[in-house]
């Protein structure tokens, strides 16, 4: 991730027509943005596409951009809502792409990874946004409560509380569907 002052001199150098500093913004957030699209969406080709909206959208918007706030929350925060416009648009839930294939593991294994997969995102899918949001971001992305806190725009503790409940309901689920422990 780029620092708030990195941040601050590539959108102004954007906001002036420097299509490579627009690029550098793109670089640093792509794959973080890709990554949790994915997981919002459940498809491979559906989170590219909210990705290269978001960053269209991004670009439309950046004079709106307050520099006093992170950058990722605001990108994110364009993101989420993309996402949820896509999937209130489709009004389907598609598992993740089951066509990608293990170089390390026979077809029996890859089968059941996929087949695990599939399992989680679905229920993923279950969650309300609250709590696919802060399970996304934490396990899927990496990031801390605080990162999580400043992304989301809300107290560390309600990411905390938040992250409890949504692990719990997520577990819940899981077990339901037989992964887990009982």
Known sequence: MLTDEEVAVLVARSLRGD????GRLI??????????????????EDAKDVTQTVFIKAFENLS???????????IYRIMINESLNHLSRSKRLVPLDEGMPSLEKGPDASADDREVSEIIQRALMELSTDYREVIILRHFAQFSHHEMSEALDIPEKTVKSRLHSARQILGD??????????
């Open 27 to 44: 670089d640093a957030y792509q794959r973080v943005l890709f990554n949790v699209a994915l997981r919002m969406v459940g498809n491979r």
């Open 19 to 22: 299509g490579r500093a627009y």
């Open 64 to 74: 709106t951009f307050d520099s006093r706030r992170p950058f990722f929350s605001w």
């Open 173 to 182: 689920i899981l077990v339901k569907r037989g992964l887990g422990a009982t």
